[in-house]
């Protein structure tokens, strides 16, 4: 018995070690994460910075002015689009080109097309107010303002209440042969986007005057984008192009005589239309509209 106890001993002290190290602490590993701040991005170069697409519209407009002349505007670019789009198809070998522009190139056309349905719109703007006190003349639908504001123009309240719009197209009875270029807001308004120099440059106003077989049908550049859409979109292959009168007056648009100039005298007559009139320059009467 004690023999085994002495060798159970021997085999307990045989199994720990010989000298036992101090107690080792336990270590641990604390892993941080730092976020380094990546650079700022450099700001990309925007070529077309300042440009809009939106329609300038002043902020004389109420509500409802506002939203009968974005219509208008809208419909303009859509008569400008089509007759863009009409004339890369058939270039000036179609009757319909020929008749407005005659063997002109087909490329400058298509250019002011472009420049109307998609040019930049924030070098001009329409305003609703009578600032010029023009809006009072019989007739008057709007005017550009020329030396007062030369990337303005005015609409009159006649505008809102005879314009129609592009949807009626053909409608009414209408013929762009007889009907005048104010009938439908969208034709009227393409007339006096080209009136302004940021639009037109000065170049484009009446561009294709001298060209129509029409010569009563100018401005020719609205008239053809007219009689497209007509053809083309609002009455397929038939449209309303209609016959010219026998003999036809003037500009549809008011352009085609000079307004009448007071006769020169010592009696005041500031009140009379024809007064104001004859106190606008040269330049301005051409601008007058209906």
């Not at 085999?11 to 010989?18: D, H, I, M, Q």
């Not at 602490?25 to 991005?41: G, L």
């Not at 006769?263 to 007064?275: G, L, N, Q, V």
Request: with cysteine; hydrophobic share 35%; proline share 6%.
């Amino acid at each position: 018995m004690k023999g085994s106890i002495s060798t159970v001993l021997l085999a307990l002290l045989s199994s720990t070690p010989a000298s036992a190290g101090p107690v080792q602490r336990r270590q641990e590993t604390i892993t941080q994460t730092v976020t380094a701040s990546a650079p700022p991005a450099p700001t990309p170069w925007a070529w077309n910075a300042g440009g809009s697409q939106t329609w300038p519209i002043h902020e004389s407009c109420n509500a409802t002015e506002r939203a009968l002349l974005k219509k208008g505007l809208d419909d303009a670019a859509a008569l400008a689009a089509q007759a863009k789009n009409h004339v890369l198809r058939f270039g000036n070998s179609s009757d319909m080109f020929q008749k407005y522009f005659g063997t002109a190139p087909s490329a400058e056309v298509v250019g002011w097309y472009d420049k109307i349905a998609n040019g930049d719109r924030s070098r001009f703007k329409f305003r609703c107010d009578d600032v010029d006190g023009n809006c009072v003349l019989p007739g008057w639908g709007g005017h550009w303002r020329g030396e007062n504001g030369t990337d303005e123009t005015v609409i009159c309240p006649l505008s809102y209440t005879t314009r129609h719009p592009l949807e009626g197209l053909c409608g009414y009875g209408y013929t762009v042969a007889r009907g005048a270029l104010s009938f439908y807001f969208g034709s009227d308004l393409i007339h006096r986007l080209l009136h302004m120099p940021s639009v037109g440059e000065g170049a484009a106003e009446h561009f294709a005057d001298s060209a129509s077989s029409w010569p009563s049908k100018k401005p020719a550049e609205a008239y053809f984008a007219l009689d497209v859409y007509a053809f083309d979109v609002a009455m397929p292959n038939e449209g309303c192009t209609g016959k010219p009168a026998e003999k036809e007056e003037g500009d549809s648009h008011g352009h085609g005589s000079v307004a009448p100039t007071a006769k020169t005298s010592s009696a005041p007559t500031a009140t009379s239309a024809a007064a104001a009139v004859s106190r606008l320059s040269v330049h301005r009467r051409k601008m007058l509209s209906y």
